[in-house]
Nanobody
Framework: QVQLVESGGGIVQAGDSRKLSCKVS????????LGWFRQAPGKERDLIAA????????FYADSVKGRFTVSRDNAENVSFLQLTALIHEEQAVYYC??????????????????WGQGTQVTAAS
């Protein structure tokens, strides 16, 4: 059974950096596109970063462009999302996903077949 397990969430202050990880098992990881979504309380789940299987194409939502970086380690079957300059409104559950490999990064939720359980990033009060 394919498993995606995120880690790295926690309590953050405005301006903080955080690196989220997603360990993937039971999948030929290197041939899959990767994506990261987030869902804030009362809001829809939105794609914020994506990476094609080859690494040749990436996507970032405008709100995170220049601050977040998606990457992968094919030897360890891990997807990463580096968060920097976090703002309070980015408190959310962050989900990693995997979908069939394509030449471009996946832009639609329908392109992703496998999902993790999510990791919570909480803004310090």
């Amino acid at each position: 059974q394919v498993q995606l397990v995120e880690s790295g969430g926690g309590i953050v202050q405005a301006g903080d950096s955080r690196k989220l990880s997603c360990k993937v098992s039971k999948l030929t990881f290197k041939y899959y596109n990767l994506g990261w979504f987030r869902q804030a309380p009362g809001k829809e789940r939105d794609l914020i970063a994506a990476l094609a299987w080859s690494g040749s194409d990436t996507f970032y939502a405008d709100s995170v462009k220049g601050r977040f970086t998606v990457s992968r380690d094919n030897a360890e079957n891990v997807s990463f999302l580096q968060l920097t300059a976090l703002i309070h409104e980015e408190q959310a559950v962050y989900y990693c996903t995997a979908g069939d490999g394509r030449s471009r990064a996946g832009l639609n939720v329908a392109e992703y077949s496998y999902w993790g359980q999510g990791t919570q990033v909480t803004a310090a009060s």
